[in-house]
């Protein structure tokens, strides 16, 4: 049983992780996106 509980924790620590790092290149994406924006529309003009 102490097996189980101590897994269980391992498991939810790791998915905890795992969308904290999912959010992150979101971020980093949606910034490099932005960025590409700008300067096509920079280039534009």
Do not use: P
């Amino acid at each position: 049983m102490r097996k189980l509980v101590i897994l269980t924790v391992a498991a939810l620590g790791l998915l905890t992780s795992a969308c904290n790092t999912v959010a992150g290149v979101g971020r980093d994406i949606t910034a490099a996106g932005r960025a590409v924006t700008g300067t096509a529309e920079d280039a534009k003009r």
